[in-house]
């Protein structure tokens, strides 16, 4: 993490960035913010489609609360956040863990896909040769929609002969410890459900749309991040223009840092430099801007989230969840 942001900022001139940052857009910023949100609020209307056969009348609300307490936890340790939404959304809907922590991975899958057709977009849009400028990109791109279509074939195959893989598996580890055999298989079932949660025509349709919105947002905001600097003035911001920067940007955050400090600062500095002319001051004030409240915002709004959807809960009856009640006792059927 260090590192990468040594490398980003080793010839900036933070004086310069300063001023740049201090002509903030108000309205723009309002803007901003909204939408980064919406993108947010776009994938808990997608995981409830996921959760249908589980929980046909999951809450949103507490769906999206329970995302923006996965990001907040990503900004501070990478990857926790992902068991931690499953968690918190298992327990405030009372769903199967092992089938919330199912459709997180099932979602984890078609994001990487998704990042990886708009990849592939950028590249159809640039003026120029994409992979020539961005030498790691086309490499990573292959690698990536192997590894992810590989998951895709095992995921469908532990599907299809479940009851083969279960067998297996009581046999296997049987010999070793029947307990342990008998918890693990248990686990594999529940696991398996949780991947088969999406049923139907419609809802993979529906998932399919969601996953576009929300990438269209995606591309939409890193626009409107521009404009807050109103570095429209200076420089040539069009959506393309966005959308590239954002698909090329969003390496540095699949990356596990912590909310992707450094890698995305220097690969989207990279990105802005050497494809779009911008100069290094320039980029910086970006990445600056769009990470930090980034940061902020999924941090505050995580106990934000989690305050007001306990306080509600609390009149109902229901006890208050923290990160420690939700990892104790959780359903597991």
Partial sequence: MLLFLYLAFEEVDFQTVFQILSKLSLSWFVLFILVFFFSHFLRALRWKIML???KPD?????????????????SIIPRLGELYRGFFAGKWENISRSAVLGTIIVERVIDILALGFSVLISVMIFKGDLY????????????????????????????KFKA???????KSVGKISEKLATKLAYI??????????????????????????IMLNYGLSAQLGFFVLNLQDSFEINYSMA?????????????PTPGGTGTYHFIGISTLVSLFAFTNEAASAYVLLTHTVSMFSFITSMFLFMGYINDKRAKMGFPKENFFSVIKGGKTE
């Fill in 52 to 54: 249908k056969s589980s």
């Fill in 188 to 213: 594999f079932e529940m696991l398996i459900e949780g991947f088969s949660t999406i049923k139907g025509t419609s809802n993979y349709i529906w998932v399919i749309f969601y996953s576009i919105l």
């Fill in 243 to 255: 959308w590239i920067v954002m698909t090329i940007s969003a390496f540095g955050i699949v990356i």
């Fill in 132 to 159: 020539s400028k961005v030498v790691w990109l086309k490499s990573t791109v292959y690698f990536g929609f192997i590894s992810i279509f590989s998951v895709i074939i095992i995921l469908f195959f532990l599907v």
């Fill in 58 to 74: 999951a809450s949103v609300l507490n769906l999206f609360g329970a995302t923006m307490i996965g990001y907040g936890l990503n």
């Fill in 164 to 170: 083969k893989f279960y067998s297996l598996i009581v």
